[in-house]
């Protein structure tokens, strides 16, 4: 458990100790591993915890004990601490962890709203390919609707960031001039051409900024996967 999981579940258990009229409470805090603790007293997981509760000044040490455990040939030993504690610190220190939490969930949300806005897809209208980023997106004249960049880039864009086959993608750009290709009709260079007319597509992709500078394609080691990447 990390340190400060550790330190919220303590101040959590702080709350049900009993404290005096000014809200000043005293408790004894335990290691989890101490077979010496008592069952109704929060107990550490955290070897750092304690003493870093009283550098945030949520508790203030007022002794530190020892109990040892004969482990082999070792003592190990398991300090616990008499504390003091403001049950006012410790309500300020869980409303200040609420708000943060809070916070950080709206900015996740506001994070996963802003890529969903902003999701890249392509449209069709009269004849004409277009990419638009998001709903509310300029369009951005990609080219005919039959022609290999557009094709190439709706392939890939369905779904985003998914990875596809040298063999898919090439079907899905396959122009009718390509049967008389015979680089692609032979077995041994048919993958390397298919490759070679990808990336020439993905350079008529690229010319005059048609992509935004924000979709960037990348293939796998052995050029027999592609997909397309938004560009953080």
Not at 11 to 23: A, N
Not at 41 to 54: G, R, V
Not at 105 to 129: F, I, N, S
């Amino acid at each position: 458990m990390k340190i400060n999981e550790d330190i919220s579940r303590i101040v959590r258990l702080l709350l049900d100790e009993p404290t005096s009229k000014k809200g000043i409470g005293k408790t004894t805090i335990y290691s989890n591993r101490d077979k010496y603790r008592h069952l109704h007293c929060p107990a550490y997981k955290h070897s750092n915890t304690i003493p870093k509760m009283a550098e945030m000044g949520l508790v203030k040490i007022l002794e530190v004990k020892e109990h040892g455990k004969p482990v082999g040939m070792e003592i190990h030993l398991f300090p616990y601490y008499e504390v003091q504690f403001t049950i006012e610190k410790i309500r300020d220190y869980l409303d200040k962890k609420k708000v943060k939490v809070m916070k950080k969930t709206l900015e996740d949300k506001l994070v996963k709203t802003k890529a969903k806005t902003q999701k890249p897809y392509c449209l069709v209208e009269k004849g004409w390919g277009y990419l638009k980023f998001g709903k509310f997106g300029k369009k951005i004249k990609i080219g005919h609707t039959e022609s290999r960049h557009f094709s190439l880039l709706s392939c890939l864009l369905e779904p985003m960031e998914a990875t596809k086959t040298v063999e898919m993608v090439f079907e899905a750009i396959r122009q009718p001039k390509d049967k008389e290709d015979s680089n692609l009709a032979n077995w041994n260079t048919s993958k390397t051409r298919k490759v070679e007319i990808i990336q020439y597509a993905i350079k008529d992709l690229q010319k005059k900024g048609k992509l935004a500078g924000k979709i960037k394609f990348e293939f796998n080691n052995t050029k027999s996967q592609i997909k397309a990447k938004l560009i953080e």
